[in-house]
């Protein structure tokens, strides 16, 4: 079966136009130009917007996607069992949402009463599935399971003045550090503020705080790149920067 963008389009449903830029980026060519001038699509990129759409649902950039699939070691049969481990678990997210989207109508209906907990598990488990998606491996590698499971019950065990004190903190480290580089000195006032507030965030996931571990996890911000693009949205060095004022507020700086 030969497809024409139109028809390609419709029955993806996408537009037009997205099929002609992806042509134009070179992440999805036609497999033939007709006489007339029509891009024509067969069954092979057909299966290739398959994964595209799949990579974009998921988050992935074209960018990425573009890298991935035209990588000589892609697999499309293991990438379509990637595809749906996440999307499992992007559903059991969805479900806890859902159902506290349910019990919070009952609620407010006086069918029954929620705690304050409970008005938070949805978000909880997704952030702590998130989490576990993106550092699972190299967290569990550094501190062990038993810690990483204590820090996720920690987290569920959270109540809502709890839970909100995090995402407070989470933005004044951010908004701390942003400020202290302005300075260039990781010993400065504002930059050892920084790395305090770090420590008072960590207290709230770790079971015991160790300046040790304090120091080991600012190494780990440096190390892997994906924590160390989080800071560094801040702004470029922000990773090393933290890095340096806790090594500094800790003790550990040699």
Not at 26 to 55: H, M, T
Request: charged share 35%; proline share 1%; glycine share 6%.
């Amino acid at each position: 079966m030969e497809y024409t963008v139109k028809k390609l389009a419709k029955m993806a449903g996408i537009s037009s136009r997205t099929l002609r830029y992806y042509d134009e980026i070179g992440i999805l060519k036609p497999a033939r130009i007709n006489s007339s001038g029509y891009r024509i699509y067969g069954k092979d990129e057909v299966d290739r917007l398959q994964q595209i759409l799949f990579y974009r649902e998921l988050g992935v950039s074209l960018e990425e996607i573009k890298e991935i699939i035209t990588s000589p070691n892609f697999n499309a049969i293991n990438a379509l069992r990637e595809h749906r481990e996440k999307l499992l678990t992007k559903r059991r997210q969805l479900d806890l949402l859902i159902d506290n989207v349910d019990k919070t109508i009952a609620l407010y209906e006086g069918r029954i009463t929620m705690t304050d907990k409970e008005k938070f598990e949805g978000f909880k488990q997704k952030m702590i599935e998130e989490n576990e998606e993106k550092y699972g491996k190299e967290i569990r590698e550094k501190y062990g399971d038993k810690e990483v499971d204590k820090s996720y019950e920690k987290l569920k065990n959270m109540n809502k003045e709890e839970y909100d004190r995090v995402e407070k903190l989470s933005a004044a480290v951010l908004d701390t550090l942003k400020e202290a580089m302005e300075t260039g000195d990781p010993s400065c006032e504002i930059a050892q503020k920084a790395a305090d507030l770090h420590r008072q965030w960590l207290c709230f996931f770790w079971d015991k705080y160790t300046k040790e571990a304090h120091a080991g996890i600012a190494q780990m911000y440096v190390d892997d790149e994906r924590f160390k693009a989080y800071y560094d949205k801040v702004k470029a060095g922000a990773a090393e920067f933290l890095r340096d004022a806790i090594l500094i507020y800790t003790g550990m700086k040699k």
